[in-house]
């Protein structure tokens, strides 16, 4: 089985379809690990998307605080404009379905999928020392997550931890072989808002037989984004951000 594996896409519908076109006749099935929404201008074209195509999704923190089950007060200023706007433009029936989102960890096919950590759906694990807390609470040997926007991720073989390199500017594709006695916690990086320092979409693939994950970055018309973010009123950083990758 091959999955496709997405994150963050936060609204942003052009890096979608970008990743999208980029996979298309690589995956039989895609998984989510949570943020639909928030930040970006079309939430709910990604919500009737995910609907629509999404085998098994585990909601993320901005999710839940725009679908009204968690209280924005621990956002940042910019990030509580965001989810203001994004809640006054959901559908009803889109709020309802983010709403019945499951929390992670989510077990699919003897792996996990989380948005934080799957010991805590709002950790970020961005270094080694948060990884290394992680591994020996693990129930499975392969975790993917999100929440940080940072592709890569953490490997435990033989005693040593390492970290999992993302695709280097100049490169569209990072393999990674899965070692059966090895742990992963593996983040396919951030669709709508990479915070990695390239701007380009990114996702990965999960072949289960090979035991491989490819990591995918994707380029996509960021300027059109920005353009539709002034436009929805959305505060004009979030477009920005988004032609750097920060
Ligand atoms: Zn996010």
């Not at 929404?37 to 585990?58: K, L, M, T």
């Not at 950790?123 to 020996?136: C, G, K, P």
Request: with cysteine.
């Amino acid at each position: 089985m091959r999955y496709l594996l997405i994150s963050d896409v936060h609204g942003n519908r052009e890096a979608l379809e970008a990743v999208l076109d980029d996979a298309r006749n690589n995956y039989d099935r895609i998984l989510c690990c949570g943020d639909l929404v928030g930040y970006g201008p079309e939430p709910n074209q990604i919500v009737e998307w995910a609907r629509a195509h999404v085998q098994s999704i585990i909601r993320g923190n901005h999710d839940r605080v725009c679908c009204g089950l968690d209280d924005l007060d621990w956002f940042n200023p910019i990030a509580q404009d965001s989810t203001r706007w994004t809640t006054a433009h959901l559908t009803p029936a889109n709020l309802k379905w983010l709403r019945e989102l499951p929390a992670g960890p989510l077990t699919v096919d003897g792996f996990v999928l989380a948005h934080g950590s799957p010991l805590d759906e709002d950790e970020y694990v961005t270094s080694v020392s948060d990884a290394a807390n992680l591994f020996e609470y693990l129930e499975s040997n392969l975790t993917f997550f999100g929440h940080t926007h940072l592709q890569g991720g953490f490997s435990w073989i033989g005693g040593k931890q390492r970290i999992i390199r993302r695709p280097f500017p100049g490169d569209s594709l990072m393999p990674l072989h899965l070692d059966p006695d090895g742990a992963y916690l593996v983040n396919p990086g951030s669709v709508g808002q990479p915070r990695d320092g390239d701007p380009r979409a990114a996702y990965a693939i999960f072949d289960s037989q090979e035991r491989d994950v490819l990591f995918h970055r994707v380029a996509y018309d960021a300027e059109a984004v920005c353009r539709k973010v002034e436009a929805a009123g959305l505060p004009p950083s979030l477009g920005a951000r988004l032609l750097f990758g920060r």
